[in-house]
């Protein structure tokens, strides 16, 4: 496992929310990374309580989750450890009820 590699799986491993995504939580800096906070906080997520990685920062993270994920898109998220998905997959998640349930813990 690569430097980057092993970076992305400590943080994945040590935040119970991460979001890999552009920007921050308060200033996302594409539509699809904002759609992502908004969802996690129409779930009741403190932005606060959310881990995020800015990966226009971090050319190495940036395509490095990609292939950790074996996902070519971002923003990318984690719940637990486990990888959940991109913005449409949030999407559909939260509006099934699904996500909520992975993030209390209840799926």
Do not use: H
């Amino acid at each position: 496992m690569s430097d980057t590699q092993q970076r992305i799986d400590q943080l994945v491993k040590n935040n119970d929310i991460l979001l890999f995504m552009k920007g921050s939580a308060s200033f996302p800096m594409c539509g699809f990374s904002g759609r992502a906070i908004q969802i996690l906080k129409a779930c009741g997520v403190d932005p606060k309580a959310i881990a995020t990685v800015n990966v226009l920062e971090d050319q190495e993270i940036r395509q490095g989750i990609k292939d950790y994920s074996n996902w070519p898109t971002i923003p990318q998220l984690y719940i637990k450890g486990e990888f959940i998905g991109g913005s449409d997959i949030m999407m559909e998640m939260y509006e099934s009820g699904e996500l909520k349930q992975v993030i209390d813990g209840e799926a």
